[in-house]
């Protein structure tokens, strides 16, 4: 048993689907995992259910909800439906939270601000649903550079803020790529934990150079972002859920193969992630 | 005559040498410029400093003084000594302020905790000359993208705070490139305006998608920056000086002819950047 550690299933999208991938990280003592909307949809719903239940599988995260802005107001509503959808997934599959990458600017507005009221009011929205199933809701802060086309929520301050507007039943997830530069982070880490609202604490690396805004995040250890000190902070604020393992790598990870991944995630969690 | 235009030669840099440059800028009618320290040096100083005195060009700014972080002491004081020559450099060319980038992580470093403190360091040791010589200096934040290789300063809000640690000589250059998602943005320019610390505002545009993190900026009205809100943010905090364009554009404005890039810039600061 790997404790403390969990796979987010985009880190061997490339190589697996949903069943072998679970059981992967069964084989290297990984019994968390957080999967995405896309992977539980190709192996089915009630597959994938059965297969976390048998397997006694826990899910830090379903991944994703969110891209709540838009300019007209039906294709605002529909995107709520649309996370409602996701939260009965979450619910079904008895996921800690649903992580919410809430969307960027609303066609081809410039109103940053507008859109971060569209994304207040479409989690606000979501909430009751969300609340009667018993899924919390986790908005990720995504890093700046993502802030036109796939999060305008840039800051763990601003997520904060939001959740303090919107009330109970919505946290945080702490993703070190998005927020390890921010001079705030250990003021609003404690901050979140004081509030009882992180949710999830993602890693993997920031690489130098980066050479694609996507999908050229580094294995934990190979980049700049002090990972302990970091969990550190976390878990001083209060949280001690499994640190969940996420990848987008077209050029080096996805290519390997889904074993050698795993075990360097292994590997690496131990040597690189634990205060 | 273009009033409240200048041009930071960086964005003809692949076409155009200095005397080249201010030639081409004149004829467009503009009399305000920033050069890089690369294009003085090639010019010789004393001749761009008569170029610039005979052609009565305003200098918006030079570029750029900055990159303090080093693991050695003795790489440290170099840095200062460089900063030292280029505020000689600026006060020669009569120029606003220098413009610091101020540097990301020292070497291997994942502190940036440490590298912000050798910035500020860094800084106040460079202020006595930089104060003597009437050069004042202007810390650019850079976008949070840029964090572990280029500045540690990411935030217009972080830039400020160290400017009241340091005291007078040393105001901030506002980037809409690198502040333009930040959720505080409106009031950090009205509390450096309140600060009287505005030296040097610049434009361009965020393209979406971005396809290179350094040079892939965009001509200002082909992308997502609100650059008349920021404008009047700014013009209402008190800061009504030029405003400067600065864009790296490998694939697209690199490569055309400058006297088009020039004409375009005049033409959309006309159309999109004009409260």
Redesign the interface.
Known sequence: MVEGLSINLATIREQCGFAEAVDLCLKHGITKIAPWRDQIAKAGLDEAVRIVRSNHIGLTGLCRGGFFPALEASDRSKAIDDNKRAVDEAAALGADCLVLVVGG?AGAS???GEA?KMVADGIAALLPHARASGVPLAIEPL???Y???RS?V??L??ALDMCEQLGEGVGVAIDVYHV????DLAREIARAGDMKRILAHHICD?L???KD?LTDRGMMGD????LK?IRRMIEASGFHGAQEVEIFSADNWWKRPADEVIRTCVERFRSCCQP
Not at 180 to 183: I, L, N, Q
């Open positions: 600017l410039k109103d940053i971060r890093h700046p550079m802030a036109a086309d305008c840039n800051t301050g601003q390890w530069w921010d001079p920031w130098v150079p980066t805004m980049g700049v972002i002090d000190g």
